[in-house]
């Protein structure tokens, strides 16, 4: 079983999955939003209007995927989409084309995050490294201010995913769903006080040990 991981570890697993095991990554997107919409649909949270906040980086993707499959279970959502599209990463731009297709079009602002029963964090995850820019780092105050259920995606945004330190500013989240281990980030300093309960979700990518596991044991037979 493997603990805890660095951002960086994630990211080489990540990176192994895609190009050496050959799983496209907008399948693992996929999976990363059925597994936070899992969480979302468990029984705790009010769904009766969700706010879905995405960057552009790929957290930013797992959260225009999200918006998009709660709509399509006829769910009444809205995509606050921050930053400039025409810099959003590759799969981001092709979950909102996605999205777009299905009649989702994201918003650019908030007046009033109390509208919203709940909102799904997906502004940033571990690729996070500088702080946050001055202006985001305003909304996620404002939103830690409207005291409303906030799940995020992989890490609460402005959370250093590898030491639990705010880069400038961090949501504070009810819970957190990660995607295949624990981010150690999560589990120390701010990170505690931060990431709520904490829900780990297999969405197909593992670490070498657990991949020689697989193997050891595919091989036994
Ligand atoms: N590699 C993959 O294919 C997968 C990635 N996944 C998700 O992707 C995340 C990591 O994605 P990334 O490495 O792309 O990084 P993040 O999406 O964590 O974003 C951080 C980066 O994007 C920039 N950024 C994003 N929005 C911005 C905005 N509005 N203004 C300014 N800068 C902005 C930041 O400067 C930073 O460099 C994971 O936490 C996870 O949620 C999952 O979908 C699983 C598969
Ligand atoms: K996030």
Redesign the pocket.
């Known amino acids: 079983m493997t603990d805890a991981v660095t951002a960086h570890e994630m990211q080489q697993y990540?990176q192994y999955t895609?190009d050496e095991i050959g799983v496209p990554?907008l399948v693992?997107?996929e999976r990363?939003a059925l597994a936070t919409i899992e969480v979302l649909g468990a029984g705790q949270y009010d769904l009766s209007e969700v706010l879905v906040i995405a960057?552009?980086?790929?957290?930013?993707?797992?959260g225009v995927a999200i918006a998009r499959l709660l709509m399509q279970k006829g769910i009444k959502v809205s995509l606050l989409l921050?930053?400039d599209e025409s810099r959003a990463?590759h799969?981001t731009a092709l979950q909102l084309k996605i999205a777009r297709q299905y009649g989702l079009h994201p918003i650019h602002r908030v007046k009033e995050f109390r509208q919203y029963s709940v909102i799904v964090d997906a502004l940033?995850?571990?690729?996070?490294s500088?702080p946050v820019?001055v202006k985001?780092g305003e909304m996620i105050k404002r939103v830690n201010a409207a005291n409303i259920p906030v799940v995020s995606?992989?890490?609460p945004s402005g959370l250093n995913a590898t030491t639990g330190e705010i880069l400038g500013s961090a949501i504070r989240a009810n819970a957190t769903v990660t995607?295949a281990y624990p981010k150690i980030g999560l589990l120390q300093q701010e990170g505690i006080k931060r990431a709520g309960s904490i829900f780990v979700k297999d969405?197909g990518i593992y670490s070498p040990e657990e991949l020689n596991n697989f193997k050891s044991r595919t091989e036994e037979k």
Do not use: Q, W, Y
Request: charged content about 15%.
């Open positions: 990540d895609i990554s693992l997107m990363a960057g552009l980086g790929n957290n930013g993707g797992d921050l930053g990463a799969n940033f995850g571990i690729g996070l500088k820019p985001l995606v992989d890490v995607f969405i």
